[in-house]
């Protein structure tokens, strides 16, 4: 198994409080996604690094924003979160654009 | 915007059926992947189907792709309660370097009643 640890693994948190949830890899792979999963809704993905300090917005961006300082970290965080952000969240990597990515095992998070 | 649009959304057999799942779009696909899901884990990647036309076998699963590259299908011959689970279709969004952003459908959630 690919390793990915995403943590917390659950989390209940109100409405309007910050929320940073963290995503490592020791795989050294470049690209590193953040999906949200809904149902009936598939994944959506949040945001996205393809390298050290490179981000950019995937399809569902509002609301959220990342960090990658190191390879192996991506940060995703809920500024202020709302109870739509009730979601499960994934992390995956790839070793480059062109390859499978494999997910972590999520974080549960419920905005209350 | 490519979708792509999965059927059904639930499927409810017993074990020793056979089932198909449909992936489709009216975009055309480079590739599509297949993955797996079981509660509380993440997606497991199954197969990528890359040509058009391509069927690919996995011990009783068969994934085929259309001959566009705008479908594509699960077959799992005498289904068997390991086999209940999420299944999902992806691609690779298309435009300019996509660094591997995948569009999902939304996912079939199978049981195998034993």
């Known amino acids: 198994d690919a390793g990915i640890t995403q943590s917390p693994r659950h989390k209940v948190t109100e409405t309007g409080t910050p929320v940073t949830l963290r995503c490592h890899q020791t795989e050294n792979h470049r690209y590193m996604y953040w999906y949200r999963q809904d149902p009936g809704h598939g994944l959506r993905l949040i945001h996205y690094?393809?390298?050290?300090?490179?981000?950019d917005k995937g399809e569902v961006s509002d609301g959220y924003s990342v960090s990658r300082s190191k390879t192996e970290d991506f940060l995703l965080t809920l500024e202020s979160a709302t109870s739509s952000q009730t979601s499960v969240y994934f992390c995956?990597?790839?070793?480059?654009?062109?390859?499978?990515?494999?997910f972590g095992d999520g974080t549960r998070l419920s905005i209350l | 915007t490519q979708l792509l649009e999965q059927s059904p959304q639930f499927l409810s057999i017993q074990e020793g059926e056979n089932l198909t799942v449909y992936c489709n779009s009216s975009s055309v696909f480079s590739s599509l992947q297949w993955y797996r899901q079981e509660p509380g884990e993440g997606p497991v990647l199954l197969v990528t189907?890359?040509?058009?036309?391509e069927v690919k076998k996995l011990k009783r699963l068969t994934f085929q792709f259309g001959d566009a590259r705008k479908d594509s299908s699960l077959h799992i011959t005498a289904a068997q309660p390991g086999d209940t689970g999420l299944y999902l279709c992806a691609g690779p969004r298309a435009g300019g370097t996509s660094y591997g952003k995948l569009t999902f459908g939304q996912g079939t959630i199978l049981t195998v009643h034993p």
């Open positions: 189907v890359v040509t058009g036309g």
């Open positions: 995956a990597i790839s070793k480059t654009g062109n390859q499978p990515q494999h």
């Open positions: 690094s393809y390298g050290v300090k490179d981000t």
